[in-house]
């Protein structure tokens, strides 16, 4: 198959996020071909270029999503008409705002009102597609005074978003110019015959902008779209545009607008994979199908925590490990504390915090539980010739008592998890892998992930925590239990095989269920039988010399009256 | 674990949808924690939902339908874990007893973030970001916690309270470098006209292609800084090369053009310029150094003329209101640069002793300004085409006279003739300019007074 691969400042840069996990995918799935669309988000990310790309990954096409240029086509006086009939209809959709049509839960409104206005936003969107498409860029026209007063019209107009009436001229220049740039996959050249209408499938790694090209894609060659989503957009967009980044009513519009999208994306999209059960939650809060949201899990190459988690437990049994990066939201305190109450009922535990700071506030983070450690634990010592040390110890990775990671985890009997704020555990997992017994809050994704592998305890709750810690330090047969089952989840779960054999498996499903109908003729303009199978892209030709991909014409043969070679039931079923 | 059970129950107890319920079961909880105050008070809510509360059952029979397992014991960590879900606040070390409703602590401790919140999902990643899961918003008797999160929005009173805080594109700010730099051109060229009045004989051609050259260098590095330079980073202010060419030709026209034009309508040229007003091929020094020493008020006008317009553009309401007040502002800038032009004009003509030629002069330096004002707002096209049409108006003005000695073309020397017996030879750069910048104004006037010219290139990401 041939998968069009959408990014957004992410895979084949050097610098991108989410790189790691896309690398995987394209190099684990060599038997499909992947024509990666990125769009960059800076200048610099742009010239760094782009990671060593495998055979399969057929051809990589970027668009910048930051300059300011524009591309100098003016548009005639009807297509600035088409143009502003389908922006107002958008930014009208946009100015109702986002309660309006965002879900489809219980508690929002009147439903066919929502799905109206759903269905103007869509209808615009695509507009404003066909019209690039035809009429050549948006970008001028998007920022030309006509949208901006198309903007204050549909701002000012009643039944609009209250704080949007309270929109300034600044903040109406300020939503438009946002607009361009989240509209520009739009004018983009990417969905002709030769790019991402030839895909079978379109794999965004994420929603929002990154997947607006797998909707153009859809509308325009009914290419299939999956949506892979480990962080919700919507949400890490609603946590960077915070109250002091810029006014109310660009806040209101821009959060209107990028539900709306965020909305249609899940509506058209034909398979979500949410990475997590909180992006899942978030999902269909968001108006998804619950039907065709299958969680898959990130995976994490496990091989080098193969020989720590196959190995019997060589680790000192009154040991516990808490391994991160010490940022505030790891709440050591209150792991600090619950190591003094461990202290009162086992008195030869001890406590290795092995981690690098995040940051500066992650600097004088760690100074303060140094102090803390320092005032709870004094330094002990086996007798009175002996040079004491605290029980307490603060390690980084490479140094001389633990070298590699897995040494980390390999030195203690417990792997504790005290944060208050947690996405996906990664430290759990690597815990899981190694095959030992966790302790840990309940924050984030670390129920999901832990199962009953492990011990879960409410955040911010030392007592519960060192309570958990005790008990599991007095039983070495349940923690090897645990550790054994942790491992077996772990490997179940969170592999990268788990990942890739996932997605190679939606991809066959959503290529089996809706595939692009495409009818490929020969020079005499007759069809080609299986010119085009579904399960592999044979490089070159192999049905005949001159294959012309028609898609969307009809073809000679099929103008005349239609002939039924099988029973209409059939067909039914056949679909 | 407790946290499972209160969802369930948080779950069950929520059929109805509504966002109403969450008060009445804070109530029921009040109610049914031991030792709590049983004393009929005021709701301490939103207003709207007294009546409603009025209609639950007595609290006994609240105590019935709720398991007393479903309420998180009012001593011991997890109360403090509910209500301490902040991650920076330490839990506080009295066990709070349930008398005041759980959301409204939570409301309070979380005010700011809700009362800025623009829709219910924002309160939903902020309080996320804060630590609180599903299973905290089940102790808030919620599903979820974007049903919490409605709540929230809901109870916060937001009654329109207008915010300070315009935040209008920053005006630019007058720096020392660019105005020096501005004034580099016409020193330059000061310098150039003196040394070609002082020097003679050999040394002249040489003193001229220097002067030229620093000229034209200084020109590009005043054109490159400062309010005559667009947005630093973006590369959409960039002059075109034709553009740039055009503009190198309207100004070598008002050099030599007439003097140029005069010989070719008398037969001529039959030398080369020597750099003097009254030779053969006379050259028009004043005007030229008028014009390179305009510069720095064209410089002062465009920044007058951005900062005017930002200032503008926070006060105004809609977009008719600041076209309404742009339109102003810039008939005033393009006055200012006039009269500063006029006065330049004037002083070098009594300098250097010659005709200041006034129409040549104000009408070029008026199409300049407006095409680099045009250009900086983004407009390219409009500029390239007016400087084309004048370049093109100009050089036909040379050619035609010089095709119409070929034999059998003279009829091509009529128009020319025409406008140069009616007028002069300097109503031929005079109309071109002139013309073209009369439609660069209209045009500006049309596009600069629209907001989207004074738009931040850089949007919130």
Redesign the interface.
């Known amino acids: 198959m041939r998968i069009g691969l959408l990014t957004e400042g992410g895979y084949p840069f050097v610098s991108g996020d989410a790189g790691l996990w896309c690398d995987r995918l394209v190099r684990g799935l060599e038997q499909h071909e992947f024509d990666i669309h990125a769009l960059s988000r800076s200048r610099r990310q742009r010239d760094e270029g782009f990671v060593p790309l495998p055979p399969q990954a057929r051809r990589v096409r970027t668009a910048p999503l930051w300059t300011a240029e524009d591309d100098g086509v003016a548009h005639g006086r009807r297509a600035r008409r088409r143009f502003t009939e389908c922006y107002a209809e958008l930014v009208a959709a946009v100015c109702a705002g986002a309660e309006a049509g965002s879900g489809t839960g219980p508690d929002t409104g009147p439903e066919a009102g929502s799905a109206d206005l759903a269905d103007r936003f869509a209808n615009a969107l695509y507009g404003l597609a066909e019209l690039a498409r035809e009429e050549g860029g948006l970008v001028g026209a998007l920022r030309s005074d006509a949208a901006v007063r198309t903007l204050e019209r549909a701002c000012r107009a009643p039944g609009a978003l209250r704080t949007a009436h309270e929109a300034r001229v600044p903040d109406l220049l300020t939503v438009a110019t946002h607009l361009e740039r989240a509209l520009r996959p739009l004018s983009l050249d990417w969905y002709d015959e030769d790019g991402l209408g030839a895909a079978d499938l379109c794999h965004a790694t994420a929603g929002g902008t990154a997947a607006l090209p797998g909707l153009v894609a859809r509308h325009f060659a009914g290419v299939p779209l999956l949506v892979t989503e480990y962080g919700v957009q919507l949400r890490t967009h609603y946590l960077t545009l915070g109250p002091d980044t810029a006014a109310p009513a660009v806040r209101a519009l821009l959060a209107s607008f990028h539900g709306r999208l965020t909305a249609e994306v899940y509506r058209r999209a034909e398979v979500l994979t949410p990475g997590n059960a909180h992006a899942r939650r978030w999902q269909e809060r968001c108006g998804a199908d619950r039907s065709r949201i299958r969680t898959v899990y990130p995976g994490m190459a496990d091989a080098r925590f193969t020989e720590v988690g196959e190995c019997p437990d060589r680790s000192d049994p009154d040991t516990l490990v808490w391994v991160g990066r010490v940022e505030p939201a790891k709440d050591l305190f209150s792991l600090l504390h619950a190591f003094a109450e461990v202290r009162k009922e086992e008195p030869g535990a001890r406590l290795r915090i092995v981690g690098a700071p995040a940051g500066p506030e992650g600097e004088a983070y760690l100074g303060h539980c140094r102090a803390l450690a320092a005032q709870l634990f004094p330094d002990e010592a086996d007798g009175v010739h002996a040079v004491g040390d605290n029980p307490v110890s603060f390690e980084r990775i490479g140094g001389p008592e633990v070298p590699t990671l897995p040494d980390a985890y390999a030195s203690g009997a417990v792997v504790v998890l005290s944060s208050v704020v947690e996405g996906f555990p990664i430290g759990l997992i690597e815990a899981m892998f190694c095959g030992r017994a966790t302790v840990s809050t309940d924050a984030g994704a670390v129920v999901e992930v832990i199962g009953g592998t492990g011990l879960v305890v409410p955040p911010r709750n030392p007592r519960a925590l060192a309570e958990a810690c005790v008990a599991l330090l007095r039983d070495p047969e349940r923690r090897e239990r645990l550790g054994a089952a942790a491992r077996a989840r772990a490997l179940e779960l969170f592999t990268v095989e788990q990942n890739i054999a996932a997605f190679h498996g939606i991809y066959l499903e959503i290529v089996s269920h809706c595939p692009v109908r495409r009818v490929l003729l020969d020079d005499a303009g007759d069809p080609l039988p299986f010119a085009t199978p579904a399960e592999s892209r044979i490089p070159g030709r192999w049905t005949g010399p001159t294959v012309r991909p028609l898609p969307r014409a009809v073809p000679a043969w099929a103008t005349g009256a239609p002939v039924r070679a099988t029973p209409p039931t059939a067909a039914e079923g056949a679909r | 674990?407790?946290?499972r059970r209160a969802q369930d129950t948080g779950a069950g107890h929520r059929g109805d949808?509504?966002?109403e319920d969450a008060v009445p079961g804070g109530d029921r909880r009040a109610a049914s924690v031991p030792g709590a105050p049983d004393r009929p008070r005021t709701p301490s809510g939103a207003d709207p939902w007294d009546q409603r509360a009025g209609e639950w059952p007595p609290p006994e029979e609240t105590a019935v339908t709720v398991p007393p397992a479903a309420v998180p014991p009012p001593r011991g960590?997890?109360v403090?874990?509910a209500q301490?879900a902040g991650?920076?606040e330490r839990?506080a070390p009295a066990p709070r007893r349930g008398a005041v409703d759980p959301v409204k602590a939570l409301l309070h401790r979380h005010r700011?973030?809700c009362e800025?919140?623009?829709?219910?999902?924002?309160i939903a990643?902020?309080l996320?970001?804060?630590?609180v899961?599903?299973?905290a918003a089940a102790r808030f008797r919620h599903r979820?916690v974007?049903?919490l999160a409605?709540e929230l929005y809901a109870r916060v009173p937001r009654d329109?309270e207008?915010?300070q805080?315009?935040?209008?594109?920053p005006v630019p700010r007058v720096r020392a470098r660019w105005v020096l730099l501005t004034l580099l051109p016409g020193a330059l060229a000061a310098a150039t006209v003196a040394g070609l009045r002082l020097a003679h004989g050999q040394p002249r051609p040489l003193v001229a292609l220097g002067g030229l050259l620093a000229v034209a260098l200084a020109t590009r590095a005043a054109l490159r800084r400062g309010p005559l330079s667009g947005?630093p980073g973006?590369?959409?202010w960039r002059t075109s090369n034709g553009a740039r060419a055009c503009t190198l030709w309207l100004l070598g026209y008002a050099l030599l053009g007439d003097g140029l034009l005069h010989a070719v309508m008398t037969g001529g040229p039959d030398t080369l310029p020597t750099g003097t007003p009254d030779g053969p091929w006379p050259t028009a020094c004043a005007s030229v150094l008028a014009l390179t020493l305009a510069c720095a008020p064209a410089a002062w006008c465009a920044h007058l003329f951005t900062a005017g317009a930002r200032r503008r553009?926070?006060g105004?309401?809609?977009?008719e209101?600041?076209a309404a007040a742009a339109k102003p502002l810039l008939f005033g800038t393009v006055t200012l640069f006039f009269g500063a032009l006029t006065a330049l004009l004037l002083l070098c003509g009594t300098a250097l002793r010659e005709d200041a030629a006034y129409p040549q002069g104000l009408s070029l330096g008026a199409l300049l300004l407006l095409a680099r004002l045009l250009v900086v707002h983004?407009r390219?096209?409009a500029p390239a085409l007016a400087l084309g049409a004048a370049t093109a108006a100009e050089a036909m003005a040379v050619a035609l006279p010089a095709a119409g000695r070929l034999p059998g073309c003279a009829f091509l020397t009529t128009p020319v003739e025409t406008v140069v017996n009616a007028w002069g030879e300097a109503a031929v750069p005079a109309l071109a300019c002139g013309a073209a910048a009369l439609s660069l104004l209209l045009h500006a006037v049309r596009?600069l007074t629209?907001?989207?010219?004074?738009?931040?290139?850089?949007?919130?990401?």
Request: charged content about 30%; glycine content about 12%; hydrophobic content about 25%.
């Open positions: 674990m407790s946290g949808g509504t966002r960590p997890s403090r874990t301490g991650p920076r839990p700011e973030l800025r919140a623009v829709d219910p999902l924002e990643a902020g996320e970001a804060h630590g899961t599903d299973r979820d974007f049903s409605e329109g207008p915010h805080d315009t935040d209008a594109p947005e973006t590369r959409a553009l926070a105004s309401r809609g977009l209101d600041f983004h390219r096209h596009t629209g907001a989207s010219a004074h738009a931040p290139s850089g949007a919130p990401e």
